[in-house]
């Protein structure tokens, strides 16, 4: 069992920067594989950043390629998505997502097995 909790959303303007957070609890964070999805109201959970387990290994959709970097201190079972370079159409609950195991990580949500409960990002244009 592995439990999230992401921190770190909160009002931005557009160009500046925010840190997320996601703190796991649990002995196989290091093993498994972790992804960051964001949605908003109506639409479908959507792929922005994912690692491997070691952090050798990252992916990014394209939206947000070049501009967000994702990482992780598997010391300190910790989670992170730097965003820089905001957009208005960044806004959104941005989730931290634990896969199964050391695989590959995937970019739908079907590929992860523990969320967390989200944190809003709010984009100001």
């Known amino acids: 069992q592995v439990q999230l909790v992401e921190s770190g959303g909160g009002l931005v303007q557009a160009g500046g920067s925010l840190r997320l957070s996601c703190a796991a609890s649990?002995?196989?964070?290091?093993?498994?594989?972790m992804g960051w999805f964001r949605q908003v109201p109506g639409k479908e959970r959507e792929f922005v950043a994912a690692?491997?387990?070691?952090?050798?290994?990252?992916y990014y959709a394209n939206s947000v390629k070049g501009r967000f970097t994702i990482s992780r201190d598997n010391a300190k079972n910790t989670l992170y998505l730097q965003m820089n370079v905001l957009k208005p159409v960044d806004t959104a609950v941005y989730y931290c997502a634990a896969a199964y195991g050391t695989g590959v990580p995937g970019t739908t949500s079907s590929n992860y097995a523990y969320w967390g409960q989200g944190t809003q990002v709010t984009v100001s244009s």
């Open positions: 649990g002995r196989t964070f290091s093993t498994r594989a």
């Open positions: 690692i491997s387990w070691s952090g050798g290994s990252t």
